[in-house]
């Protein structure tokens, strides 16, 4: 899960103007817009662990469908089976899933 920013103009209702903006994207979702003009932040609300799920999906698509087919049907479980599953770059799947774990464990304190 990659969490990035990005700065646009858009227009803000509240300063009636096009004025700077910071965007800030969960993966490729829009989560957080802020005006810097008047400082006015609308979160949108990004489906965390469906974002989750989706680049988990993604990585496991290409494994065999058993795999996928029981990580649907319990993911924590999956998940503590995964590093000896997966043999091909099993520190970087884990590094990503701690890093997406991280995310999500920030973003659910703010919630
Ligand atoms: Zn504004």
Do not use: G
Not at 19 to 48: F, M
Not at 78 to 94: C, D, E, G, Q, T
């Amino acid at each position: 899960m990659k969490r990035s920013e990005m700065d646009a103009n858009l227009f803000c209702i509240y300063c009636n103007d096009e004025t700077p903006h910071v965007l800030v994207y969960l993966n490729d979702e829009i989560t957080r817009i802020e005006c810097k003009e008047c400082h006015h932040i609308v979160e949108l609300k990004v489906d965390i662990m469906k974002e989750f799920y989706k680049e988990i999906y993604e990585r496991v698509s290409t494994k065999p469908s058993r795999i996928t087919s029981e990580y649907k049907k319990d993911l924590s479980s999956f998940l503590s089976k995964l590093p000896i599953r997966i043999a091909s770059k099993p520190y970087r799947l884990m590094h990503d899933l701690n890093e997406s774990r991280k995310i999500i464990r920030k973003y659910k304190k703010k919630q």
